[in-house]
């Protein structure tokens, strides 16, 4: 394990947001309640949860910043997240719930789920840059995709996303280039 385990969750769900407008076939996954539902259980968040399209909307907006964060140098996003963090009143507190053991949160439980979101997220990237992994946070490799990866990888290896199947079309394309050099028809 690279990082604390909620770190490593945050960070996860917030590629997954920022990726839900970063589709190869331009869909965006993140248009209603049920898919805001769905990221909701997905990734074990607790606490309000509004289920309208405002928060919705807010959650796109917070979608937008936190891609911000893998557009970036490890200095910028310091100031990035700095800013986030103070805009939010954040107060790191332990707390356990819903199985986790002793873990930080920065937000109250009831604060907008927007908010909670962006929090989690900083507060994860604060854990990135302080450990100077920051290289981490990556874009996807394949040349046709714009979409956005945390490698928690042991040895850094992480090339490509989940979101847009990259791996596996690489991976194709490269057997299929082997197999046209040996075969010379």
């Known amino acids: ?25 331009g869909v965006d996954t993140l248009t209603s309640v049920a ?78 789920l927007p908010v909670r979101i962006m929090v989690e997220a900083a507060m994860a990237v604060v854990d990135v840059i302080r450990s100077d992994e920051y290289a981490r946070m990556a874009l996807c490799e394949a040349p046709d995709c714009q979409a956005v990866l945390v490698d928690l990888s042991r040895n850094r290896s992480r090339r490509f996303c989940d979101v847009n199947n990259c791996a596996n079309r690489a991976h194709v394309a490269a057997y299929r280039a082997r197999r046209a050099a040996a075969d010379p028809v």
């Open 1 to 25: 394990m690279t990082f604390a385990p909620d770190t490593e969750v945050s960070l996860t769900a917030a590629a997954w947001l920022v990726n839900t407008g970063l589709r190869r076939d």
């Open 35 to 112: 898919d805001l539902d769905r990221f909701y259980a997905d990734f074990g968040y607790a606490g309000r949860h509004d289920r309208d399209d405002d928060e919705v909307a807010a959650v796109r907006t917070v979608r937008e910043r936190l891609h911000r964060l893998w557009e970036v140098d490890r200095d910028e996003a310091a100031g990035l997240v700095n800013g986030m963090l103070r805009e939010a009143g954040a107060l790191p507190y332990l707390v356990r719930h819903d199985g986790w053991d002793w873990h930080l949160h920065a937000t109250d439980m009831e604060a907008p």
